[in-house]
């Protein structure tokens, strides 16, 4: 496993807050609003604020003409799906449960790790991935049987979860001699068509200037979630191996079901504390550093 460097730390707690608290933020934004076209606005506003990034920090756009296969199936398989499976889940769930579901995603990268990729994981990993596991079953504990009522939306979230795993590990083992930004504004704009597309086609009859909440809501992932997060994200499961980079956000899901908590009124019981304890054991799992041994 690989310890975390001051930096990676900054960007992964600043991920975590980031992220965690947009699931409210997400729900209150497709309340009332179609989610594909909320989803395509966000992305539309938010690609200028991370192409200016790339112009800021002296980043090239150039993508040469070998390399764009590759790029496109970093795209579909990171966020493609992503986005348009989570945003439909997150208008049918709670926002906490919706992000419990979706950050079901490290069970999934571990195993898909190990399975398709032939990844040794070690005895501390496996314990990493039980809490987590425990850790996802507990959040769920009180919501089975709301759930069975809206297998739509799970399965939304299940397919969203698993194919960014595929996704994450694709990424971490990519060979593409490009900076991450390039990699990441490009994935964008290519989403952000997807999402333009599937808005179009199944939502422009329902086409209207967003309430104030869902503006609100667009501009917030327009600007941290487009402009900061994904490019955060990418960052650290780009330089960090697989196992570590999707344990290490777990603690996200568990932020979700707080501040829906606090802001929306969902319930949280003893299981949600239980949670928190095991993601953080998850998260120790792999980032903590090994222990050496001296002669």
Not at 101 to 124: D, E, H, K, N, Q
Not at 181 to 207: D, G, H, P
Not at 246 to 271: D, K, N, Y
């Amino acid at each position: 496993m690989q310890a975390l460097s001051r930096q990676q730390l900054v960007l992964l707690v600043l991920l975590t807050i980031v992220w965690g608290v947009n699931w409210p933020v997400m729900k209150v934004g497709v309340t009332g609003y179609p989610p594909l076209t909320f989803r395509a606005l966000s992305m539309w506003l938010g690609l200028p604020i991370l192409a200016g990034a790339l112009v800021v920090l002296k980043v090239p756009f150039t993508v040469r003409r070998g390399q764009w296969r590759e790029v496109l199936g970093l795209a579909a398989a990171n966020m493609f799906v992503w986005h348009l499976c989570i945003i439909l889940a997150v208008q049918t769930l709670s926002s906490g449960r919706a992000a419990i579901l979706g950050y079901t995603m490290p069970i999934f990268s571990a195993v898909i790790g190990a399975l398709w990729f032939g990844a040794a994981l070690t005895r501390r990993a496996w314990l990493g991935v039980g809490a987590a596991a425990i850790g996802v079953a507990l959040l769920l504990w009180h919501e089975l049987t709301q759930l069975a009522g809206r297998p739509t939306g799970v399965l939304l979230a299940l397919v969203a979860a698993a194919t960014w795993a595929v996704g994450t590990q694709l990424l971490r083992r990519t060979r593409l001699d490009l900076q991450t930004l390039t990699i990441t504004f490009w994935m964008t704009a290519m989403t952000t068509v997807v999402m333009t597309a599937a808005a179009l086609l199944f939502e422009s009859s329902q086409w209207r200037l967003p309430h104030p909440a869902a503006a609100g809501a667009i501009v917030f992932n327009a600007i941290l979630i487009f402009g900061f997060a994904q490019a955060a994200w990418f960052a650290l499961a780009r330089g960090l191996p697989p196992l570590a980079s999707t344990l290490s956000v777990m603690l996200i899901p568990v932020l979700g079901v707080f501040s829906g908590a606090l802001w929306l009124g969902e319930a949280v019981h003893w299981q949600d504390w239980a949670a928190v304890v095991l993601m953080t054991v998850a998260i120790a799992s792999v980032l903590w550093p090994a222990r050496t041994r001296t002669l």
